[in-house]
């Protein structure tokens, strides 16, 4: 009877969720700015553009802010401002943010974020999900909002061993919803989130109600192989399927990044040496982000700030999560882009400046149960971080017909 007792007092305590709290020690803050001030910094750019990379003056901008007036404990108090909680999923401590809302029959949404991105990019979404009348919505709009780091990222486990990769996540993510007590739910999720999310749909667990997605998976495959091999367009597409077969084909030649950490993560000790360094690799992720970045550093606020730029680099550096995040990116063997076979119902709203505008012809194909399309006016690749009102808008659009 005792070992029965020991087994079962085991198995709870594996799937215990318990508080977590935002502390970072002094000393490892002192330790960042130190390392910051020590930067050694390359000469300047020998072009009048992006097209070598991040230019020097945007990386003093950020190295001047981030050593003289930036704030990490701002941030920190904004992250316990919402209840955070860890609980162990196959093995991997799993760190999540969970908002309950106070309006009745509130839908139950996990949200997944992408790379370089973490928790920070989602913040801005979850009073107008949780609290929808303070934010032009109804009661019957309300969300409970789940928003797990994945694995290797923020204060998630980091793997010791491979295999998670998109799918096991979205497996981990449905045991999570389950163990908070869901027995529905949707999904939504960008960059990363939207791959997870995707196979969340491709679980399609009895739970599952639908899923949201800002970058679709919706590139039929001839398209995408073309688009990678810099090939001319294919014959027969529209002018909106032109354009983004144009817009892929660009990402395709200047995702450099992910070519590396799909190959070779291990090697980038440097990002857990160098902040600077960190922060450059990291805003460095597609054009149009890296120029609204550049704008925040100019002074010129344009959906992202300052702060919001630092306190995504920052979490990344008090957690060493440089590598270990990067490592995501190897063990994916999904195309990125493609159709992966979804029945459920889907929602998908294309962002003008996502890495590829998905026209809805592509989004019909790639989802037979397409429940919403829509085009907003402003956005990029990071919706939740930069255009909140419109990702927030767009899902309480999307899945009203689900409730």
Not at 208 to 231: C, R, Y
Not at 374 to 387: L, M, S, V
Request: aromatic share 10%; with cysteine.
């Amino acid at each position: 009877m005792e070992n029965v007792l020991d087994v079962l007092s085991e198995v709870t305590s594996v799937e215990a969720i318990r508080p977590f709290k935002v502390n970072i020690p002094q000393a490892d803050l002192d330790d960042l700015h130190r390392r910051i001030l020590a930067t050694r910094l390359p000469e300047k750019e020998t072009v009048a553009d992006i097209s070598q990379g991040v230019p020097l003056a945007t990386v003093q901008a950020l190295t001047d802010y981030w050593a003289n007036s930036y704030d990490w404990r701002k941030a920190e108090a904004r992250l316990n401002s919402f209840p955070n909680f860890i609980t162990t999923i196959d093995g991997l401590d799993i760190h999540f943010i969970h908002v309950r809302s106070q309006h009745e029959n509130a839908m139950p949404v996990i949200i997944t974020h992408g790379w370089p991105g973490s928790i920070i990019e989602q913040l801005k979404i979850i009073d107008p999900l949780v609290n929808p009348t303070a934010h032009g919505g109804t009661p019957d709009d309300a969300f409970d909002v789940v928003i797990p780091s994945m694995p290797g990222y923020g204060f998630s486990g980091k793997p010791t061993t491979t295999g998670w990769g998109p799918a096991r996540i979205a497996a981990a993510w449905v045991t999570l919803m389950k163990r908070l007590g869901y027995t529905k739910f949707v999904a939504q999720g960008g960059d990363w989130g939207a791959i997870v999310t995707d196979q969340i749909g491709v679980l399609a667990p009895p739970e599952l109600m639908g899923i949201h997605t800002n970058m679709p998976g919706a590139v039929p495959p001839e398209v995408d192989k073309a688009a990678f091999s810099g090939a001319p367009a294919p014959a027969g597409l529209s002018d909106e399927e032109k354009r983004a077969y144009e817009q892929l084909e660009f990402v395709y030649r200047h995702v450099f990044y992910a070519f590396y950490m799909g190959s070779r993560p291990q090697t980038l000790v440097g990002l857990s040496d160098s902040p600077v360094g960190l922060a450059t690799f990291m805003i460095d992720h597609d054009a149009r982000s890296l120029e609204l970045i550049m704008r925040s550093f100019d002074g010129k606020t344009e959906g992202l700030t300052r702060d919001d730029v630092l306190d995504n680099v920052t979490l990344f550096w008090l957690t060493n999560t440089g590598v270990s995040a990067s490592r995501l990116y190897w063990e994916n063997k999904l195309a990125y882009f493609s159709p992966k076979g979804i029945t459920v119902p889907v929602a998908v709203s294309a962002f003008p400046d996502e890495l590829y505008q998905c026209p809805r012809s592509w989004a019909e194909k790639a989802y037979p149960n397409l429940i919403f399309y829509n085009n907003p006016k402003a956005g990029g690749h990071f919706a939740a971080w930069e255009q909140p009102k419109y990702l927030s808008d767009d899902m309480r659009t999307a899945f009203r017909p689900l409730r």
